[in-house]
């Protein structure tokens, strides 16, 4: 897979899957831009860690619907096009249904589908727009194995990113006929940062008895299956859900 002259946009990209994401663009060829909310140190030490020149910052909240607007016409200004979109920004909060107040649940599910829904579909609306103007291009959601087996902890999370995979797979059969193409990559629990900060040894523990490899999947793995989506020979897999799960959850 050959990315060359290839503008790419990462979302939540300073770090996790979309570090790897956009190191794994980069070396390919492409130039990316990396979006990112507030940690501004930790984006400027992935733009530092990309291969190849040309690379851009963009701080912008998409959470709140005028900066999805506001990035991808500051990334089409700076780059010329947009050839690949990357929604992997995402929240997720605990809120066990026995154990949390009223309010607590209500921001919860506010908060998450705001991020991990609305700000996707936005992105998505927004960044069709240019590609349909442009000629084609592809837009990758990363969603979650949570979508299909149940979060009991955090059902907002599992629920935003199944109607993300539903959204995904509306638009893959709506944007077609323009020569754009959308797919989910659908990861497990990933060893990232905030994992190792994050979970307990004993959810650790029985995490890694989930998939039959006794291990979590590396953010390289996800960034993998997220480059194949966005390659100009996935095309006709455009609809499709990749599990990077590590055999931890299979569904029919």
């Not at 066990?96 to 589908?113: L, M």
Request: glycine letters at 8%; hydrophobic letters at 40%.
């Amino acid at each position: 897979m050959e990315f060359k002259n290839k503008n790419v946009l990462i979302t939540g990209a300073s770090r996790g899957i979309g570090k790897a994401t956009a190191i794994a663009f980069a070396k390919k060829g492409a130039k990316i831009g990396v979006n990112f909310r507030s940690n501004l140190e930790e984006a400027e030490k992935t733009l530092s860690e990309l291969p190849g020149e040309g690379h851009h910052l963009f701080q912008k909240d998409i959470s709140q619907k005028e900066n999805c607007q506001a990035l991808i016409n500051e990334f089409v200004s700076t780059f010329g096009s947009l050839d690949i979109l990357v929604n992997n920004a995402g929240i997720s909060i605990f809120h066990d249904i026995d154990e949390v107040d009223f309010d607590h649940w209500t921001h919860a599910w506010e908060n998450t589908f705001k991020t991990n829904l609305f700000a996707a579909a936005n992105m998505c609306y927004c960044a069709a727009q240019a590609m349909m103007e442009s000629g084609g291009g592809h837009i990758v959601n990363v969603s979650s194995r949570g979508a299909f087996r149940g979060e009991p902890t955090k059902p907002a999370y599992g629920a935003s990113k199944a109607a993300l995979n539903a959204m995904s797979q509306s638009l893959a059969k709506k944007l077609a006929p323009h020569n754009v193409y959308v797919g989910v990559v659908a990861p497990g629990f990933t060893e990232t940062e905030m994992a190792a900060v994050t979970l307990t040894p004993k959810e650790r523990e029985n995490l890694l008895r989930e998939s039959p490899f006794q291990r979590m999947a590396q953010p390289e793995e996800v960034a993998h299956a997220i480059l194949f989506l966005a390659s100009e020979g996935a095309k006709y897999s455009s609809g499709t859900i990749i599990d990077v799960n590590g055999a931890s959850y299979l569904r029919s």
